[in-house]
């Protein structure tokens, strides 16, 4: 079992940056991928980003391009995301997740843990 722990959400005026953290416990951090979603207020959850497990591949929503980078630190079980120029529609809970593969990473249902989410705010 995987138990995944988001940190780092907050208050952040627009064009402010914020770190999100994601640590792992229960297995090997190494052994699978880590899938990043967002979930705005009367909207589906949707894609950020994803990186390998080694850390060498990432694949971006095209909304986030440029602006967020997905990161990760095996040998202290932990990914980040780093969010800067944030905007008002980044605002939302953000949730880390784990997969066993990086096939369809863009898709929810191939991750098989999840966080609890964290709440990031960008106002105006």
């Known amino acids: 079992q995987v138990q995944l722990v988001e940190s780092g959400g907050g208050l952040v005026q627009a064009g402010g940056s914020l770190r999100l953290s994601c640590t792992a416990s229960?297995?090997?951090?190494?052994?699978?991928?880590v899938g990043w979603f967002r979930q705005a207020p009367g909207k589906d959850r949707e894609f950020v980003t994803a990186?390998?497990?080694?850390?060498?591949?990432?694949d971006y929503a095209d909304f986030v391009k440029g602006r967020f980078t997905a990161s990760r630190d095996n040998a202290k079980n932990t990914a980040y995301l780093q969010m800067n120029s944030l905007k008002p529609e980044d605002t939302a809970v953000y949730y880390c997740?784990?997969?066993?593969?990086?096939?369809?990473?863009?898709?929810?249902?191939?991750?098989?843990?999840w966080g609890q989410g964290t709440q990031v705010t960008v106002s105006p």
């Open positions: 997740a784990g997969a066993a593969d990086f096939w369809g990473p863009r898709s929810d249902s191939r991750y098989n843990y």
């Open positions: 229960g297995r090997t951090f190494g052994t699978y991928a």
């Open positions: 990186i390998t497990r080694n850390g060498l591949v990432r």
